[in-house]
């Protein structure tokens, strides 16, 4: 647990290493969204008054995957989260070997990506970074 003073008394918080692996717990029942939704919701009610700082953001991502598919995790993505809160990432969204952006994406855009990578068989992460990288070499090209 993450230890914070608050008025002179040690509080200990709900920390970021522990979310990690009752996330990865939870992986190994299976990948189902609304379960992950509802779980992070319930912990983020019975932590709320002393959670790590910047974990309240993390678990209020997962509870709004049940909200659409432009919020979903996959399970890739999930996983990764899990090891980057275990292994005490300071910055989860932006590690020095896999940096992960928060950008928000238009409803119809995602869609169209969640679909395409479906059809393709492939995580939407990668098909993402497919694209971008294409993007970027195009770019570089003409610079």
């Not at 910047?54 to 432009?70: N, W, Y």
């Not at 928000?104 to 990578?117: K, N, S």
Request: avoid cysteine; proline fraction near 3%; charged fraction near 25%.
């Amino acid at each position: 647990m993450y230890d914070a003073a608050i008025g002179g008394v040690n509080i200990m918080n709900y920390s970021k290493q522990e979310f990690g692996q009752a996330l990865k717990s939870q992986l190994l029942s299976g990948y189902d969204i609304v379960r992950f939704a509802r779980w992070a919701h319930d912990l983020f009610l019975e932590h709320s008054s002393h959670l790590e700082p910047g974990l309240q953001e993390v678990l209020m991502q997962i509870v709004a995957m049940e909200e659409g598919p432009e919020f979903e995790f996959s399970e890739s993505e999930l996983e990764e989260l899990s090891k980057s809160l275990i292994t005490d990432v300071k910055d989860i969204k932006a590690t020095d070997s896999n940096r992960m952006l928060s950008v928000p994406i238009d409803p119809d855009i995602a869609a169209f990506v969640h679909q395409l990578a479906e059809r393709k068989n492939i995580g939407i992460e990668r098909m993402v970074n497919e694209w971008l990288r294409k993007n970027m070499e195009l770019i570089q090209a003409v610079m």
